[in-house]
Protein backbone atom coordinates (compact mmCIF):
# COMPACT_ATOMS: atom_id res chain seq x y z
CA UNK A 1 0.00 0.00 0.00
CA UNK A 2 3.13 2.33 0.73
CA UNK A 3 4.38 1.83 -2.80
CA UNK A 4 0.71 2.94 -3.97
CA UNK A 5 0.39 5.54 -1.12
CA UNK A 6 4.26 6.76 -2.70
CA UNK A 7 2.61 6.56 -6.70
CA UNK A 8 -0.36 8.44 -6.33
CA UNK A 9 1.65 10.99 -4.20
CA UNK A 10 3.84 11.15 -7.04
CA UNK A 11 1.31 11.27 -9.41
CA UNK A 12 -0.26 14.31 -7.52
CA UNK A 13 2.84 15.89 -7.26
CA UNK A 14 3.21 15.68 -11.20
CA UNK A 15 -0.32 16.70 -11.49
CA UNK A 16 0.23 19.59 -9.53
CA UNK A 17 3.54 20.30 -11.02
CA UNK A 18 1.54 20.16 -14.64
CA UNK A 19 -1.31 22.55 -12.86
CA UNK A 20 1.12 25.15 -11.85
CA UNK A 21 2.82 25.33 -15.16
CA UNK A 22 -0.82 25.99 -17.03
CA UNK A 23 -1.32 28.70 -14.31
CA UNK A 24 1.98 30.02 -15.32
CA UNK A 25 1.13 30.09 -19.15
CA UNK A 26 -2.01 30.86 -18.69
CA UNK A 27 -0.81 33.85 -16.65
CA UNK A 28 1.73 34.47 -19.74
CA UNK A 29 -0.93 33.86 -21.83
CA UNK A 30 -3.53 36.59 -20.45
CA UNK A 31 -0.38 39.13 -19.94
CA UNK A 32 -0.11 39.22 -24.07
CA UNK A 33 -3.82 39.36 -24.83
CA UNK A 34 -3.54 42.42 -22.24
CA UNK A 35 -0.73 43.56 -24.51
CA UNK A 36 -2.64 42.85 -27.30
CA UNK A 37 -5.23 45.03 -25.97
CA UNK A 38 -3.63 48.00 -25.41
CA UNK A 39 -1.58 47.72 -28.65
CA UNK A 40 -4.97 47.40 -30.49
CA UNK A 41 -6.18 50.80 -28.65
CA UNK A 42 -3.27 52.90 -29.73
CA UNK A 43 -3.48 51.25 -33.48
CA UNK A 44 -7.33 52.21 -33.36
CA UNK A 45 -6.37 55.76 -32.20
CA UNK A 46 -3.68 56.15 -34.96
CA UNK A 47 -5.83 54.88 -37.30
CA UNK A 48 -8.15 57.72 -35.87
CA UNK A 49 -5.08 60.23 -36.20
CA UNK A 50 -4.14 59.18 -39.86
CA UNK A 51 -7.31 59.38 -41.08
CA UNK A 52 -8.07 63.11 -39.74
CA UNK A 53 -4.80 63.60 -41.37
CA UNK A 54 -5.51 62.40 -44.84
CA UNK A 55 -9.24 63.99 -44.85
CA UNK A 56 -7.53 67.20 -43.98
CA UNK A 57 -4.77 66.32 -46.75
CA UNK A 58 -7.64 65.84 -49.26
CA UNK A 59 -9.35 69.25 -48.90
CA UNK A 60 -5.88 70.41 -48.98
CA UNK A 61 -5.32 69.24 -52.25
CA UNK A 62 -8.99 70.25 -53.29
CA UNK A 63 -8.65 73.11 -52.46
CA UNK A 64 -5.04 73.38 -54.42
CA UNK A 65 -6.62 71.63 -57.49
CA UNK A 66 -9.29 74.56 -57.52
CA UNK A 67 -6.62 77.23 -57.26
CA UNK A 68 -4.55 75.95 -60.07
CA UNK A 69 -7.32 75.88 -62.37
CA UNK A 70 -8.31 79.41 -61.67
CA UNK A 71 -4.83 80.42 -62.32
CA UNK A 72 -4.59 78.99 -65.15
CA UNK A 73 -7.75 80.29 -66.38
CA UNK A 74 -5.88 84.00 -65.33
CA UNK A 75 -2.67 83.02 -67.54
CA UNK A 76 -5.66 82.09 -70.68
CA UNK A 77 -7.21 85.40 -70.19
CA UNK A 78 -3.69 87.19 -69.65
CA UNK A 79 -2.14 85.53 -72.42
CA UNK A 80 -5.23 87.10 -74.93
CA UNK A 81 -4.66 90.49 -73.19
CA UNK A 82 -0.81 90.42 -74.06
CA UNK A 83 -2.01 89.76 -77.39
CA UNK A 84 -4.04 92.34 -77.73
CA UNK A 85 -1.93 95.13 -76.60
CA UNK A 86 0.92 93.46 -78.76
CA UNK A 87 -1.65 93.95 -81.52
CA UNK A 88 -2.27 97.70 -80.86
CA UNK A 89 1.63 97.73 -80.13
CA UNK A 90 2.33 96.88 -83.83
CA UNK A 91 -0.84 98.89 -85.31
CA UNK A 92 0.72 101.96 -83.17
CA UNK A 93 3.98 101.81 -84.42
CA UNK A 94 2.84 101.14 -87.60
CA UNK A 95 0.78 104.89 -87.16
CA UNK A 96 3.71 106.63 -85.64
CA UNK A 97 5.79 105.13 -88.90
CA UNK A 98 3.38 106.65 -91.44
CA UNK A 99 3.52 110.32 -89.61
CA UNK A 100 6.94 110.12 -89.27
CA UNK A 101 7.21 109.32 -93.28
CA UNK A 102 4.60 111.83 -93.71
CA UNK A 103 7.04 114.45 -91.77
CA UNK A 104 9.87 113.92 -93.84
CA UNK A 105 8.19 113.92 -97.21
CA UNK A 106 6.94 117.49 -95.80
CA UNK A 107 10.69 118.78 -94.77
CA UNK A 108 12.11 116.90 -98.09
CA UNK A 109 9.53 119.63 -99.95
CA UNK A 110 10.12 122.57 -98.02
CA UNK A 111 13.47 122.14 -98.84
CA UNK A 112 13.54 121.48 -102.34
CA UNK A 113 10.62 124.95 -102.95
Do not use: P
Amino acid sequence: KESESEKSVEKADGIECKFIEIEDELKEVGQKQQNLEVGEEKSLEREEVLQKQIKELMTKLTNANARSENSEMDIGRLNVRIDKVEEDLVVEKSKIKQVSDDLNKCFDDMLYI
